[in-house]
C-alpha cells in the first residue's frame, strides 16, 4: 500500500502495532514457517546454509504484512482514533491484513508494569541506600523494589503463554526543567532509554520477558550503576546485561546499542513519559501493576500498599489466570473443583494454552541467526495461536 506520513508515537505504542501485524503474518505465512522449522531441525550452524531459501520464502512472506508502509499506516489510524489504550484491532487493520488472517485467537493478558529505572521501590533499594531510612518505624536491613519479588510469577505467566508485559516509565514536569525529568536523576533517564531500547527489539510475547524484563531485572540488581559516568561512556552494565540475554541475533544487538546511544534519545523517553501521563495518569512513581488495564499492585516503601486480590505468588498469579479465561470467555473453576497436583493456583489449572510447535518456530528463527534488522521489518514467528 502507499506509504503513509511518519507519525510521532511512543516506541512502545510502534512496538504494539508492529507486534499486531507480526501475528497476523505468522497466521498468513503457518506454512512456510513450519517448513522453515523441519528444515532446521536437528540443525545448528548447517541450517544458515541448508534452510536459507525456506527462512527467505518466509521472511519474503511476512514482510507482505511487517514493513514500514504497513507499520506508519498503523500509526497513523491509531493517531487518528484518539491512541486508545484497547484499539479496535480488526477496523484498525481493515485493508492492511486479510479477514482471514484475524481469525479468533486466545488473546493474552495485558500486564503493564509502571516503574523506574532506579526507582527504589523498583529495583533493589538497599544498593540504593535506601534501607538506612526509617521504613515502618524501624531501621530494615533491606529495602525490596517490586522487580525481584515480581519475576517468579512473571516467569510462570510467561511460562503457561498467558500474558504479554509492557514496562512503562514515569517521568515528572517541572517548570523550571523543560519538558520532562526523571526523578531519580539524570542517570535514571539514561537506565530508561536502555531498558526501553531492548523493549523495542522484543517483537513476541516470550521476548519481552526473555529479553527486555530479563535486560530490566539484571540492572535492577545494580542500579547504582546505571547511569554512572564509567557507564555513560561505554555502558558496561547494559552491555554485561545484553549478553545475558538468550538467542538474540548479532545485527539486533547492535541495533539494541545505537539506540542508547542514539543522540536524539531524550526525545523518544519524553514522549514515553507523555503517554504514561495520558494513559496512566493516576500512576505516581515507583512501581504500579496493571492487569487488564486495572490496578493490581502498587509498591511503596518496602511494602505493597495496594493489592487488591492479595499480593502473594499464588495470589498474583491466580489473578492473571482468572483474567485469561474471562478474556477468552473460558469458565472460572469452582471452589471445590479438585487439585490437579500441579502447585498452580485453582485458576490456573488446565489451562493448556502454549503452542509447541509456534515457541519452537521462534527459537529455530533466532538459533539461525537470523535477525528483522533495526528497522523492523520483518519479525521472526512468535507463539501462534496467542494474541494480545
Known sequence: MAAAAPVEVSRAAEDKLTYKLGLAAEVKCAALVAAYNACADGRTISAAWACRSAYAASQACIRDYVNRDNIEALKQRWVAAGRPQFPDWPGLMAGIVAPEH???LRQRVALDLYIGSRAPDAVDGSKLGWNKYIIQGSNASSYSGCMPLLDGVFGAARGLGLATLTLHYVGAKDSSKSPWYCRGSDAECEGNIQQLCVQSQARTPDQRFDWAWAFALCQA?????????ADLQGRPLANQCLRRLPRVPLRTRDAIRACMFAPDRLSGLYAEFEETSRDAPDVTYGCSLR?????????????WVVAPGGSSDAELLGSVCAAYRDKNGLPQPPPEAADDGSGLPLACQGLAVRSSAAAAAVNATADSGADSGAGGDA?????????R
Request: net charge positive; aromatic share 0%.
Open 102 to 104: 484475524m481469525r479468533p
Open 221 to 229: 540488581s545494580d542500579p547504582a550503576s546505571i547511569g554512572s559516568p
Open 291 to 303: 492487569l487488564e488495564g486495572q490496578q493490581r499492585l502498587v509498591r511503596a516503601r518496602n511494602d
Open 379 to 387: 519479525v521472526p514467528a512468535g507463539a501462534a495461536g496467542e494474541r
